[in-house]
């Protein structure tokens, strides 16, 4: 009879525990609701704003799982821009691009994870040089030219080439980002769409005819080859109506102190006026001016394409098999994760495999650096053109790439030894390398070591063991998802877990042992519900809003290498259509030339013609705006005819009236443009921040487009209403170049919903300026509740029962358990059950009673899911659930309404397929790839990575 007593009150004190630990869970949660600050997204922890780019903000953050830092660019979900840039960009893998790692999307944004430039935009850099020495300017040139011939070849263009759209990496190369405007485009196919930013706008383009997009980004090349080499841009006013017209008739001036022959020469060819004289990126990387870099990038990139064209360059190298071995071990679908990386699903998989990849592949060339020094390292060019031998840069390098290979050959045997079981120490010293040869310093000794405990530690069953840093990468995204787990019990109570034992000893919790335990075996069928890190990844997207009494990130912590650049946002001046009707010389007084300000003379003082103080160095908008350019050319104003060109009609510089991008800069944003002024005086041009452009209702012509299909693809994937589509339905564009998407064929209606503000970019910006970091709207916040895709399995009632306390063994409990894990991003079968809903489907009336029911009728609608918080739904929970936190099914509209993308698309179905992305390692899983590694391994050396461009010059 006591023993059942005790039994009884035990059960009670476990009850009254777990009631308890709800309740505290509950109110955190509440409370995180109630804060504004952002601080993850996904297995993201934000650590600091570091830009704004015109339809969003740009966040540093950490990839909690591999602790790799990531940049996050943020985007409202009605952007067709973003899906343009997501779709195009997600299909450039080369070193000179930035690479795109995720994307997360929630019910209004878009996050898209991106590489981490910490070198900032070339734009930046130029300013602080001034000029870019020579040689620096051929690397990164030709780094750029690079990144242009591989998309050129992949039949993409970008049509926003400029200073602003390349970052720098750590290392100082060049990478190509910023995709909004690019479009796939056949040969010599002709395009409409007026895009770009003006003062890199061929002639062409300003002239409003239709263009060749080729063609068009080699012009883009030349301003920006002589904008790093002169420190000034070849055609740039104050007035845009003067660049413009500078653009078409005249030629920039060339320094011949400051330019060589061949510099000048390859900028004039690339400035030609006739589009048909330019010469394609492929001339330009074998032109005189860029080598060696150019013959040798060229030679790469070929290769590259062949293979990308061949099929996948993935899962071929030794380490990746050996990676993807390793993560299967950990209890992760390699499938999965295969099909996540080779469809390009950019979901929270591929985040994961590419930045551990790199991370591994970072050590792995820190242990045994193949290409330590490539000839292409900027660092050592600007070095050895510091050293003033403008040649010994060149033999310098070779000679180090000869090095290098020595190296190489070497760390491939020490990897294939290691394979072999044997011990590389053993293996090393049995060879009896030449010392100089071997081990050039103390600390590749040193990695050495590192590298073949690293790989000892991959053999099969030593996982656990312990091993230098190499296996800390694993130990942490272990702990990592063990800790999110952990969380759920120990973040309240004091600590305490449900079976009494403390926050400190979570590995003897019995419910996360299993659980982890069971991950760890994969491969046996009748534990397929329990792999639990296999379901970490889920499309579910968990954006986290802390409390804002918990710790921010640290400032110490948060690694920004430069200040913060405000961008200048010009407003008036790029309302390009207030621009373009004002643009009408014989109406507009701004435009006309006063008497002594003759246009002819082109040597007219810049200070007479500027309204602002003059400078060499500039700060302008960047902002990206739309116009309401005509691409019909009948409005065209530009057109060049020989009595304009000798006589050019414009300008009456009347300072006051001109809409001038500088002045109306510095105005509005109260940010004088005198201190960037003072750099520089005496030049007698600018580097402006410049706005990019594009045609929003460029008229008949835009829609009967034949070749430009700019409005196809935003119809592919904008998340409009869908009823929207049959009002506004457009004449579908029949013979557009891009992919047919099903309804995504017709043009999408949500441009004419939305072109209103986007033709207003002013108030659009206006409000993104005002927006503080961390500080985001009430929308914002109510999205974030709305993205948890509702995965409940929760019982019907708004009161759960309590459950006894082994919550692991009850079956009801344990599905809640894991409910929680999907929240954490881990998938589950439980929360798959929600699957893809059509915005009909998602409605209250089809709840089952399977989920947690609305109380009352004014549950959010389609659109407008509430979704699982990431703690909120918990057993036992033994009270009302306040009505905004209710669960109902058919709240997964919003991330996965098969409308919003496009249905052949990948993208679509990562944003839709969390449950076939996420099976359980079926028997046919990568077994091959697990019985023999170096079978593959041999093709280690052929593939292309980005080391065989970069260097790790760190
Ligand atoms: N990958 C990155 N690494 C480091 N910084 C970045 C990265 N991407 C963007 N930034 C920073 O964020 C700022 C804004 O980004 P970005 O220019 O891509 O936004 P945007 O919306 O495309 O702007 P715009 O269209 O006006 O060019 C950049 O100036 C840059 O400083």
Redesign the pocket.
């Known amino acids: 009879m006591n023993i059942v007593m005790t039994v009884t009150s035990t059960t009670r004190a476990e009850q009254n525990n777990i009631k308890a630990i709800i309740s505290s869970s509950y109110n955190k949660l509440y409370s995180e609701f109630a804060t504004t600050e952002l601080t993850e997204v996904g297995n993201y922890k934000i650590l600091d704003q570091?830009?704004?780019?015109?339809?969003?903000k740009?966040y540093l953050a950490l990839h909690r799982p591999t602790h790799r830092k990531v940049?996050i660019?943020t985007s409202a979900k009605n952007d067709p821009n973003i899906v343009r840039e997501v779709f195009y960009h997600r299909q450039f893998t080369y070193p000179y691009i930035?690479k795109l790692y995720e994307i997360i999307v929630t019910e209004t944004k878009v996050w898209m994870v991106?590489?981490?430039?910490?070198g900032?935009?070339l734009y930046d850099h130029l300013l602080k040089m001034k000029r870019i020495p020579i040689a620096e300017c051929t690397e990164l040139f030709a780094q750029i030219v690079g990144a242009v011939y591989y998309a050129h070849s992949l039949n993409c263009v970008h049509r926003d080439l400029k200073l602003?759209?390349i970052?720098l990496d750590k290392n100082g190369n060049a990478k190509l980002?910023?995709f909004?405007f690019t479009r796939e485009c056949m040969q010599k196919s002709s395009l409409e769409t007026i895009c770009g930013t003006t003062v890199y706008m061929a002639p062409e383009l300003t002239e409003r005819k239709t263009y060749d997009g080729f063609k068009i980004d080699i012009w883009a090349l030349g301003v920006i080859l002589y904008t790093m080499i002169c420190g000034a841009m070849p055609f740039d006013e104050d007035d845009e109506t003067k660049t413009k017209w500078k653009i078409i008739n005249e030629d920039p001036e060339f320094n011949d102190n400051i330019m060589s022959p061949e510099s000048k020469d390859l900028v004039k060819q690339l400035l030609e006026k006739d589009p048909a004289n330019r010469p394609s990126v492929k001339d330009i990387l074998l032109h005189s001016f860029l080598q060696p870099y150019g013959s040798i990038i060229l030679e790469k990139t070929d290769k590259i394409i062949a293979k990308q064209r061949g099929g996948s360059t993935h899962f071929n190298s030794r380490l990746e098999r050996r990676l993807l071995k390793r993560l299967g071990r950990m209890g992760f679908d390699t499938q999965s994760i295969k099909q996540s990386i080779l469809k390009k699903k950019c979901d929270s998989l591929s985040g994961l495999w590419l930045l551990l990849l790199e991370k591994e592949k970072k050590l792995e060339k820190r242990h045994y650096p193949r290409r330590s020094r490539s000839i292409l390292s900027v660092r050592r060019v600007i070095e050895s053109s510091l050293s003033g031998d403008p040649m010994s840069h060149d033999d310098n390098l070779f000679k180090a790439s000869l090095e290098v290979t020595k190296v190489a050959s070497i760390g491939k045997m020490i990897s294939k030894t290691a394979d072999t079981g044997i011990s590389m120490t053993q293996q090393l010293s049995s060879r009896k390398l030449s010392e100089p040869t071997m081990i050039r310093d103390k600390k590749s000794t040193v990695n050495h070591g590192r590298s073949v405990s690293s790989i000892t530690a991959m053999k099969p069953g030593r996982e656990n063991e312990s091993s230098p840093k190499k296996n800390n990468i694993f130990k942490k995204m272990s702990d990592f998802f063990k800790n999110k787990k952990h969380e759920i019990y120990t973040q309240s109570n004091n600590g305490r877990l449900p079976n009494g034992s403390s926050t400190n000893s979570g590995r003897t919790s019995t419910s996360i042992k299993n659980s982890m335990d069971s991950s760890r075996t994969r491969n046996s069928p009748n534990k397929k519900s329990a792999q639990v890190p296999s379901k970490l990844s889920t499309r579910t997207t968990n954006v986290t809003l802390y409390n804002k009494q918990r710790k921010k990130p640290s400032a110490e912590k948060i690694q920004i290498e430069e200040p913060k650049?405000k961008?200048i946002k010009s407003t008036i001046s790029s309302d390009m259509s207030r621009q373009a009707s004002n643009s009408n010389y014989e109406d507009t007084d701004s435009y006309l030339l006063s008497p002594s300000q003759s246009y002819d003379n082109k040597k007219v003082p810049l200070t007479q013609l500027h309204s602002r103080p003059l400078s060499s160095i500039s700060q302008m908008s960047?902002?990206?705006y739309t116009s309401d350019y005509s691409t019909d050319g009948t409005t065209s104003f530009f057109q060049r005819t020989p009595s304009e060109a000798s006589k050019p009609p414009l300008y009456k510089t009347n300072s006051a009236n001109a809409i001038s991008q500088y002045s109306s800069s510095s105005n509005l944003n109260g940010q004088s443009t005198e201190k960037l002024n003072n750099v520089g005086k005496s030049q007698g041009r600018f580097i402006r921040r410049t706005q990019?452009i594009r045609s929003e209702t460029s008229s008949t012509s835009e829609r009967s487009s034949k070749t430009d299909s700019f409005y196809d693809i935003t119809t592919a994937s904008l998340p409009v209403v869908s009823d929207m589509r049959n009002t506004h339905r457009i004449t579908p564009i029949k013979e557009s170049v891009l992919p047919r998407f099903g309804v995504a064929q017709h043009p999408w209606p949500g441009q004419r919903a939305y072109s209103a503000s986007r033709r207003n970019p002013i108030q659009r910006r206006g409000r993104n300026r005002k927006s503080t970091f961390l500080k985001s709207s009430s929308r914002e916040t109510d999205s974030v509740i709305k993205e948890e895709e509702s995965v409940s399995s929760s019982g019907g009632d708004d009161t759960l029962p309590v459950t006894n306390g082994v919550m692991m063994n009850s079956p009801f409990t344990y599905s809640k358990i894991q409910h929680q894990d999907t929240l954490l991003n881990k998938p589950n079968q439980v929360g798959d059950k929600t699957e893809t809903c059509s915005d009909e489907d998602c409605v209250d009336d089809e709840n089952n009673g399977d989920d947690i029911s609305p109380i009352g009728s004014n549950t959010p609608k389609s659109g407008s899911a509430v979704n699982t918080p990431l703690n909120g739904s918990y057993p036992g929970l033994s009270y009302p659930v306040p009505k905004m936190y209710q669960l109902q099914k058919g709240s997964s509209q919003s991330l996965r309404s098969p409308k919003m993308m496009s249905p052949g698309s990948e993208w679509s179905a990562y944003a839709s397929d969390s449950k076939s992305s996420f099976h359980a390692a079926s028997g046919d899983d990568d077994e091959e790839d697990d019985d023999d590694d170096s079978v593959h391994g041999a093709d280690q050396e052929d593939n292309f990575s980005e080391g065989d461009f970069e260097t790790s010059r760190d």
């Open positions: 570091i830009g704004e780019g015109s339809f969003g740009v940049v660019k930035t991106l590489e981490y430039c910490p900032k935009e602003e759209n970052l980002t910023d909004g650049v961008r960047n902002e990206t990019s």
